[in-house]
DNA sequence: TAATAATATTGTAATGATTATAATATTTAT
DNA sequence: ATAAATATTATAATCATTACAATATTATTA
């Protein structure tokens, strides 16, 4: 995304934050439209390399801290779909995700019989549900 | 689990060991044993706390060691439902599983209908499944 | 059985992601 | 403009997991 998509984007970001009562500084800033512009998942560690090659004083504390807000706010959504890295969706939309054990790519998967719609199991109370498949992507199927 | 209920176990357990190529040592048994009798989908530390009470010498390592084997044999199932625990499950039969936020219990869930069983998605090769559910346990509720 | 090879276990140190903390800088409100 | 609130930083701590090399145990073979 250039610089020029970023700036023309300022504002409806800024609207963004605002609307779930989150300041929006110029990091957070940077970190939603890292999250809008690149749709990978990415790391804590991702967003931190590519915002931190603009804004060199840049702490990696920030990343986390603006992340854990994006998270408690709504604006996100943790992806534990790996035991070694936690990523982030910048769409909350109920989906599915699908890692590719091959190339470690993560994908979305909007189709809708993969999501049980429930409030309730064996009679707890149900408030987040994830869907979590692996094994091999298309494209690294293909390879072979 | 008396220790004379886990020696009239032993037999089994090794055949267990035995029929998935592990050679039954006496630190797998243990943790063999612990898996099957304490139905709790406990994290490494658990099962090390619990064993090395009886085996003072035990070292850690060996925990993780064994569950690694055991996991790539297909004896368990490693459920990363919660980025901070990675929690072992002795029942590798396919079934979703439920945590509670309020107290941390993990609960299986045996509802066939919150699994999909899908061979394929979106063109891609699905070999494993997860389904993790969350929100407020019956007896947590309850209490409120 | 004794010698040898293979495997299992141990203890320690390294790794690496995340979090805690306290100081500093910036922004907002008065 | 000043004070209060919030954001950011740098550093150190945490903690689960893994790497590694040495030792112990077990299985195999002569």
């Given at each position: ?43 804590a560690?991702?967003i931190y ?11 990696k504390?920030t990343v986390y ?80």
């Amino acid at each position: 995304m250039s610089e020029k998509a970023y700036q023309s984007d300022v504002t409806e970001l800024k609207k963004i934050l605002r609307s779930h009562s989150i300041q929006p500084s110029h990091h957070r800033l940077q970190v939603l439209s890292y999250l809008k512009n690149h749709r990978v998942h990415p790391t804590a560690d991702m967003i931190y390399q590519h915002i931190s090659a603009k804004i060199h004083t840049l702490s990696k504390t920030t990343v986390y801290n603006t992340l854990k807000i994006f998270s408690e706010k709504g604006i996100v959504r943790e992806l534990n779909i790996d035991e070694h890295e936690l990523r982030y969706d910048i769409n909350v939309e109920p989906h599915a995700h699908f890692k590719c054990v091959k190339c470690g790519k993560l994908f979305d998967v909007f189709d809708k019989t993969l999501l049980p719609d429930r409030e309730m199991v064996d009679g707890h109370i149900v408030s987040k549900i994830d869907v979590y498949l692996q094994g091999t992507c298309k494209e690294c199927a293909g390879k072979e």
